[in-house]
């Protein structure tokens, strides 16, 4: 959410913006926000002018009923009265004039950083840089459900029977393998300084609002069942919402922080091979890195975060590339945002298995959360987030850039100590 002197004195940069994330039919809203908030100004003036006059004239009535002229003090009354009534009609105005500002305001779109590059959506992002070689075997990589089941690692009928599509049970291995990169990367992420937290996984309804767009919510987020409850969709949700209306020392920052959780989301595709097995799914669980700082400080945050998940496939002889997700890519809460994809020898294309967002001051200034100043005056600190790593979609990218011509996979150094020493998986079947 923007702050509203921004755009009451920078329309056109806001226009601007909407147009370069293509989103027109907001256009309107900005001229509508200036008009209502010129309204409630006014209201606002008005009703200071009249609390002070009915103060005024309230000590008269006292007066003049002491000197005996009760005729005169009734006349006063009335008055009194009148902007009482005047007062009421504008503080209900006001109450109106706010929620109405505050609607529009919450999906007018962040100010996009300048390098982001011009694009109406994602085929239009733009590459940025590779790491490592992507390698395409001579012999044929089977599909990754099919490798997982070479393991008996995976049971997707089961899954269907108790919950449907878009489930799975992992086992032996393959479940081992899923947890050991998950316990991997808490300890990458603990080595760079980052502080280990396990969050809460449901979250009060004004958290989810703070923390994403209205239309992320609805294409995303599980609603507990008259509770005001949602399940998480990424553990950013529960540790940005944790600072919730909190005065931060300055002290305080930055606030780097990694987390695990499972995480639900509505989304589900099924419109193609490349969307069955465990690409796109329910659940899953992923370890994600949440940074709260100074914002001066959040491009070098921003650079940092992406820079570890980059590190961090690299050490599990994952190729990956860097991608600068386009204006019309962004959600809009986002400043800029840059996608991990990693390669896959079967497909021989990359496909995304994590996301780097720097979100400026926009949540914070959703959720209330704030940096004490008490030269200068308390301000909003920017949130930025990250993908370390998210299971089983990074199975996918492990299995077939570590898979090899015998149908074995190799484990990489850096992973063997979570798996009990081994060096490599064979199949069962």
């Not at 694009?119 to 997982?148: A, C, L, Q, T």
């Not at 030269?375 to 089983?392: D, I, K, R, W």
Request: charged share 30%.
């Amino acid at each position: 959410m923007l702050d509203i002197k921004f755009v009451r004195n920078n329309p056109e940069i806001v226009k601007e913006n909407i147009r370069k994330k293509f989103q027109d039919e907001k256009l309107p809203m900005v001229d509508e926000v200036i008009e209502m908030d010129v309204e409630l100004r006014a209201a606002k003036t008005r009703g200071d002018e009249l609390r002070n006059n009915r103060n005024v004239v309230s000590r008269q009535i006292g007066a003049l009923m002491k000197s005996g002229n009760k005729e005169e003090a009734e006349e006063v009354k009335k008055q009194v009265t009148a902007m009482a009534e005047e007062l009421e009609a504008l503080e209900a105005r006001e109450a109106v004039l706010e929620e109405e500002i505050k609607k529009r305001m919450m999906v007018i779109p962040n100010i996009i950083d300048p390098s982001v590059p011009v694009g109406k959506d994602d085929s239009e992002n733009v590459e940025i840089e590779r790491f490592g070689e992507p390698v395409v075997p001579e012999w044929e990589i089977p599909y990754h459900v099919d490798i997982m089941e070479s393991m008996d690692g995976i049971d997707l009928d089961s899954a269907r029977r108790t919950s449907g599509n878009g489930f799975y049970y992992l086992k032996g291995d393959i479940a081992r393998l899923h947890s050991s990169i998950l316990s991997y990367a808490r300890d990458f992420m603990i080595g760079k300084g980052f502080t280990y937290y396990i969050p809460p996984f449901m979250i009060h309804g004004d958290v989810v609002k703070g923390v994403m767009s209205f239309t992320e919510m609805e294409n995303m987020m599980y609603k507990i069942e008259g509770e005001d409850l949602y399940l998480i969709g990424t553990s950013e949700h529960s540790m940005i919402g944790k600072f919730i209306d909190q005065l931060l020392d300055k002290d305080e920052l930055p606030q780097t922080l990694t987390s695990y959780s499972p995480c639900f989301r509505k989304e589900v595709g099924a419109h193609g091979i490349e969307e069955r097995g465990v690409y796109r799914i329910h659940q899953f669980e992923k370890q994600e890195m949440v940074v709260v700082c100074e914002p001066e400080d959040s491009p070098k945050w921003f650079d940092i975060l992406w820079q570890n998940t980059v590190e961090f496939f690299r050490t599990l002889d994952i190729p990956v590339r860097t991608l600068e997700c386009c204006s019309g890519d962004l959600a809009d809460l986002k400043v800029k945002s840059l996608d991990v994809e990693a390669w896959s020898p079967r497909q021989q294309k990359y496909f995304e298995v994590g996301s780097c967002s720097n979100l400026g001051d926009a949540q914070a200034r959703r959720l209330g959360i704030r940096v004490r100043d008490k030269e200068n005056g308390n301000y909003f600190p920017h949130t930025l987030n990250n993908t370390c790593v998210a299971p089983p979609r990074m199975l996918i990218a492990f299995l077939e850039n570590n898979l090899k011509a015998d149908g074995t996979v190799s484990i990489p150094k850096a992973l063997q100590p979570y798996m009990g020493g081994q060096e490599k998986l064979v199949p069962k079947k």
